[in-house]
């Protein structure tokens, strides 16, 4: 199901967007008209040496994240590029949306990097918040046991997808974490009409996405996860990709 994921960023992060659009295109050489002259080559000079990156006054910068941000491997890449080229240090904790916009809210981070829409609005029109900036997307599926119990595979719609497995009773994992992906989870079984709340066969993990998804793995056990986390770790897991593109979501 493709169902967006809008991440805020505020403060100095936005350099980690401009670093990958950075990396783009280099130009190709044109060969010169055959009727010009050939030209003498220039001696070798040596390559300008960069200046190394004199470090900030305040060098720490802690950065609130979700899980799912950590479990994709992205940020493995972005913070080492950004330390090098600003000479901060960033400390990155994990945890889920709602979590990370609370230490947002008690100064307790520089910069958030999360994935909320409506409870990311509520944040900056209380002043908590610099600058929000929407930097990239991911998107959600459904994964499960191969067996898929439920039925679910190659379905389109989700809330069908939440409505089959509250109707067969099928084992579901749900993180339980007030995270963007928590959120979105109760959003779609509040659209299926249904509640599961409360039945044996809906278990909270109360961890991140990549730690739920063993969880989903081991109880043979279907998940709602984005797509970057489950695709950098499917390896881990014995999970198949059942539902997605649900444009409607």
């Known amino acids: 199901m493709k169902i967006t994921i809008r991440y805020t960023l505020f403060s100095l992060l936005l ?5 990958l659009t950075a990396c783009g295109s280099t130009a190709t050489p044109t060969a010169a008209p055959a009727t010009e002259a050939p030209v003498a080559a220039e001696a ?4 300008p040496t960069e200046a190394p990156v004199a470090a ?3 060098p720490t910068l802690i950065l609130a994240t979700t899980t799912s941000t950590q479990d994709s491997g992205l940020l493995d890449i972005l913070v080492p590029m950004f330390q090098e080229q600003t000479g901060y240090t960033v400390q990155t904790i994990a945890v889920g949306s709602g979590e990370a916009m609370k230490m947002g809210e008690e100064g307790n981070a520089d910069v958030l990097l ?3 829409p409506a409870s990311e609005v509520a944040f900056m029109d209380a002043g908590n918040g610099t600058d929000r900036f929407l930097v990239m997307h991911n998107d959600f599926i ?6 898929d119990p439920a039925g679910i595979k190659g379905m389109t719609s989700a809330k069908d997808a939440f409505k089959a497995i509250f109707e067969k009773g099928a084992a579901f994992i749900t993180r339980g974490d007030d995270s963007g992906t928590h959120k ?8 299926a ?3 599961p709340a409360g039945q044996a066969w809906y278990v909270e ?3 991140g996405m990549g730690a739920s998804m063993i969880v989903a793995s081991e109880k043979e056990a279907y998940i709602l996860t984005d797509r970057a986390t489950y695709l950098a770790n499917k390896d881990n897991y014995k999970l198949d990709l059942l539902v997605e593109g649900d444009t409607a979501c």
């Open 184 to 191: 979105k989870e109760l959003s779609l079984w509040k659209s």
């Open 44 to 47: 070798p000079t040596e390559a």
């Open 193 to 195: 009409e249904v509640d």
């Open 56 to 58: 900030p006054a305040n």
């Open 114 to 116: 999360v994935h909320a």
């Open 142 to 147: 459904i994964v499960g046991p191969a067996a």
């Open 15 to 19: 350099v980690f967007s401009v670093l």
């Open 205 to 207: 993990t109360g961890q």
